[in-house]
């Protein structure tokens, strides 16, 4: 269900430093490639769109640069109208991804950030990342050894 945790920080749940450099430089990796795909095809935006994806990407970038990201920053990342953002950042939410943290400085104003086992899904996606580009990195075969 949608709700909010005041006492939730991001030290809470672990900053970067639980990625290895080069996790960390996957994750990098990863923000910056969603971003360029969305650029290079944004004239096709609304047929290569990931909205949840999107906002997820966003956290992700602000969890790096230990910015907050607003429930504004995280809709505008999304893509998508206003409201179909907030159904996704429900959905989220819903299936404890993310969560809604008020900014102490100014009741306005809501943050998003990654829930605990919403990071830990994250880790566990870059750790793949990373043990894939080094499979791939590998060569596949010596061509040398079938002669």
Known sequence: ???????????????????????????????????????????RSKVFSDPAWDILIDLLDGRLRDVPISIKSACIASGVPYTTALRYIGLLEDMDMILRVPDRKDGRRVYVELTPGGWREVQQYVVWLEELQQRTDAPAFDASAIR
């Open 1 to 43: 269900m949608h709700g909010t945790v005041s006492s939730h920080t991001l030290a809470s749940i672990g900053a970067p430093a639980d990625l290895t450099p080069s996790q960390t430089d996957v994750l990098v990796r990863l923000i910056e490639a969603r971003r360029e795909r969305n650029r290079r095809f944004s004239k």
